[in-house]
């Protein structure tokens, strides 16, 4: 009988020991999950796809949030922001195609003063991240844009032109024809009229 017990609590200790080692190896296997290699990632928050106009010099500065492999925010960040050395682009405020900014307590970093150069067009923003070894790289896609004068596009200028062009011939038959049918008023003059006649010769008196 003792024996007996004796094996019955040899298996419940074997069993107990079965089911805790089952426990540690899964929560070892979910704190592997967990950990993740070091990361940084970057989203734009602001500027892409956007358009600047030539004209007023203005610019849509780019805003940009830097995260780590779990999604939160990194402050600290060395950020450089970097224009096309040719072509359509712009310079920023430090009157350079290239500017650095360190990420605040948000992960945020932004390119401040950035106008455009007269060559319209589409261009790529190259942003570059670098924080302890780590590095990240995106594009910010911009366009810099021409309006047309007065916000007149060329099709209406053209039309109001003819439409111009047919008033004034208009006006100008219209003066041809009131000077056709004016009469000329001369003023009045009074004349002396001299009568030819026979010069008669005498003693001088």
Same mark, same amino acid.
Do not use: W, Y
């Given at each position: 009988?003792s *024996?007996?017990?004796?094996?019955?609590?040899? /298996?419940?200790? @074997?069993?107990?020991?079965?089911?805790?080692l @089952?426990v540690? #190896?899964?929560? =070892?296997?979910a #704190?592997?999950?967990?950990?993740?290699?070091?990361? =940084?990632?970057? $989203?734009?928050?602001?500027? +892409?796809?956007?358009?600047?106009?030539?004209?007023?010099?203005?610019?849509?500065?780019?805003?940009?949030?830097?995260?780590?492999?779990?999604s939160? !925010?990194?402050?600290?960040?060395?950020?450089?922001?970097?224009?096309?050395?040719?072509g359509?682009?712009?310079?920023?405020?430090?009157? /350079?195609?290239r500017?650095?900014?360190?990420t605040?307590?948000e992960?945020?970093?932004a390119?401040?003063? =950035?106008?455009?150069?007269?060559? &319209?067009?589409k261009?790529? @923003?190259?942003? +570059?991240?670098?924080?302890? /070894?780590?590095?990240?790289?995106?594009?910010?896609? #911009?366009?810099?844009?021409? !309006?047309?004068?007065?916000g007149?596009?060329?099709?209406?200028?053209?039309? @109001?032109?003819?439409?111009?062009?047919? $008033?004034?011939?208009?006006?100008?038959a $219209?003066?041809? /024809?009131?000077?056709?049918? *004016?009469?000329?008023t001369? &003023? *009045?003059?009074?004349? %002396?009229?001299?009568?030819?006649? %026979? !010069?008669?010769?005498g !003693? &001088?008196?």
């Amino acid at each position: 009988m003792s *024996s007996h017990n004796g094996r019955e609590g040899c /298996g419940r200790f @074997l069993s107990v020991s079965l089911a805790t080692l @089952l426990v540690l #190896q899964t929560s =070892l296997s979910a #704190q592997k999950e967990e950990i993740l290699a070091p990361a =940084l990632k970057i $989203a734009v928050a602001k500027g +892409d796809e956007s358009s600047n106009n030539i004209k007023k010099g203005t610019a849509v500065e780019p805003l940009v949030v830097v995260s780590d492999e779990k999604s939160r !925010p990194v402050s600290g960040v060395m950020v450089m922001f970097t224009l096309p050395e040719s072509g359509p682009g712009g310079l920023f405020a430090n009157g /350079g195609k290239r500017t650095i900014v360190f990420t605040d307590e948000e992960g945020r970093a932004a390119a401040r003063g =950035l106008r455009p150069n007269h060559t &319209p067009g589409k261009f790529e @923003l190259v942003v +570059d991240a670098s924080f302890h /070894g780590l590095t990240a790289r995106t594009v910010i896609h #911009q366009t810099n844009v021409l !309006p047309a004068a007065s916000g007149v596009s060329p099709k209406l200028i053209a039309i @109001l032109a003819v439409v111009g062009g047919a $008033a004034a011939a208009g006006a100008i038959a $219209a003066s041809s /024809g009131n000077k056709g049918s *004016s009469t000329t008023t001369n &003023p *009045s003059t009074s004349s %002396t009229t001299l009568t030819a006649g %026979t !010069p008669t010769f005498g !003693p &001088p008196r």
